[in-house]
């Protein structure tokens, strides 16, 4: 099985517009995701709760900007199995 590897500042150049819908859909739609790099989108609670709920099971980096979330967010990487 291969690692998929989403890096949102190499993939997308207008990273800076990117918000809780795109981080949504690409949870939804990329099922065998290991890695998710968002450092520099800003997320809400919801969103980052998304990605965990679809995805914790499996990945094994999530790196983010956390500054707008808050420790319920927080509180649900418990749920990423690494």
């Known amino acids: 099985m291969s690692t998929v590897l989403v890096k949102v500042k190499e993939m997308f150049s207008f990273q800076q517009a990117l918000r809780g819908l795109t981080l949504r ?15 520099g989108v800003t997320p809400k609670d919801g969103d980052i709760i ?11 980096t999530l790196i983010f900007d956390g500054n707008l979330l808050t420790d319920v967010a927080f509180s649900y ?6």
């Open 25 to 39: 859909l690409i949870a939804d739609n990329c099922q065998n995701l290991k890695k998710l790099n968002v450092d």
């Open 50 to 60: 998304h990605v965990i709920d679809r995805l914790g099971k499996q990945l094994t």
């Open 77 to 82: 990487l418990r749920n990423c199995d690494r």
